[in-house]
């Protein structure tokens, strides 16, 4: 099948895990370090869905301190921390600058807001939050007139899709097997045990494989992995959740970020982005479309352009939209009118009848607290199998992130002392990218010239390479857009022969009769 890594010959497995999001990514990756045997099935590319869609925020959530989510922000805060020392190579820290708006929340309900936000998570790595003048401080000067003071405090910054390969890739290290482009077409229990059939999405090529326990991670697909896959009737209910973003070229500079507070009582995020662009982000919408069909609309992006316009001196118009995403939020339903209000915290429902074998499916949930659903979700599972094992995860780093002392300068400073050939903005886009495991893609290279055909705008062969063998990369698009957001600086020749040279690999690895019959099966 379609980059079945590590697949092997046997079918029968501790846990079949539906879904590559980070959630279904990061239970692989705990669950196999504790003991269990693993299969993971995305019916499409890891992180493709949701977990590509995010702000790129790993954040307490500073307004969900306004809907008394108060568990849930301590937990994030705490989170934060820890991942920022499992990846700092994908994950640093981030200011933002709150500008007040009098006519929106008094000055004293946002101080003892950021006094908890600043507490709740004991917070060490981080510094603390404090006003600023803006009509002397640096950070005023991108704003129009009339605001005079702000408050400025600190989250940090994730590639979000990184994040999920990397949980994948660890998991895969530990002995789980990880197949992409492979949809669960159905599953049933028979004799204790959960009976599925996977379904390679581009050959067609099917294969049964028997699980202790299912987990259902499918993200917005969750009610249909349960009414239409497996039958399974549960009173939990998801409510899905459209969040837009616009990018534009860069409006502001310096390293902060904005969050502006709109007349709607949302906030709005606008973030450097990329080195030449500001990401202005995000709606939320109730969503009932195909989550894979999900577009942003018109009214979006004159509802993004309209909120950061009544903050900054240079207005933001439509025509300076660049690039957009969106992504559904298979949020847990907790019956708020206003989409915003919904709940971000995570519910696990285990489903185990009498006699029967277990099946855990998420609902809601945040990729800042994902370590920490997988944790519980893992927990809750082993009890289940009448199987043990501690938890283990928040003291390991992700691959690539083990640099001493979580001090990325000093390890990019050492990667331009080891290979002085690579100029500075190609060694910080490697180093951000691939961390210790940069070495890995060098591969002993001496020079320029031993990393193959050049494509343009620094990128090479040998990267693709190491994306396709090591990062389930498949298609142009996966190394493109969610394994690197290269796609924003290339042209579109240089995309159209990066996905040349995916395409000729994978032609050249399929066998010529699941070639021919993908020719006319499913895509």
Known sequence: MANASNAGSGDAVDLLIVGGGVNGAGIARDAVGRGLSVLLCEQGDLAGATSSASTKLIHGGLRYLEYYEFRLVREALQEREVLLRAAPHIIWPLRFILPHDHNQRPAWMVRIGLFLYDHLGKRKLLPASHGVDLTSHPVGRPLAGGFTRAFEYSDCWVEDSRLVVLNAIDARERGAQILTRTRCENAARRDGEWVATLVSTETGETRTVCARALVNAAGPWVREMLTRRTGVTVDKSVRLVKGSHIVVPRKFEGDHAYIFQNDDRRIVFAIPYERDFTLIGTTDLDYAGDPGAVAISPEEISYLCRAVSRYLKTPVVESDVVWTYSGVRPLFDDESGNASAVTRDYVLEM????????????????????????????????????????????????????????????????????????????????????????????????????????????????????AAREEFAVTGDDFLWRRSKLGLHLDGTIREAIGDWFDRRRNAAAPPEAGRRSMGGQR
Do not use: C, N, Q
Not at 353 to 373: C, E, N
Not at 405 to 429: I, N, V
Not at 435 to 463: I, K, M, P, Q
């Open 351 to 466: 489903d185990t009848p009498a006699g029967g074998a277990p099946m855990l499916s998420i609902f809601g949930g945040k990729i800042t607290t994902f370590r920490r659903l997988a944790e519980e979700a893992t927990d809750k599972l082993l009890a289940a199998l009448g199987r043990s094992g501690g938890s283990w995860t928040a003291d390991f780093p992700l691959p690539g992130g083990d640099i001493a002392g979580a001090d990325f300068a000093g390890f990019l400073a050492t990667l331009r002392r080891r290979h002085p050939w690579l100029s500075e903005p190609l060694a910080l886009r490697l180093a951000r990218a691939y961390g210790t495991r940069v070495e890995r893609l060098l591969d002993g290279a001496a020079g320029l010239a031993d990393l193959g055909h050049h494509f343009g705008g620094g990128v090479y062969e040998a990267e693709l390479d190491y």
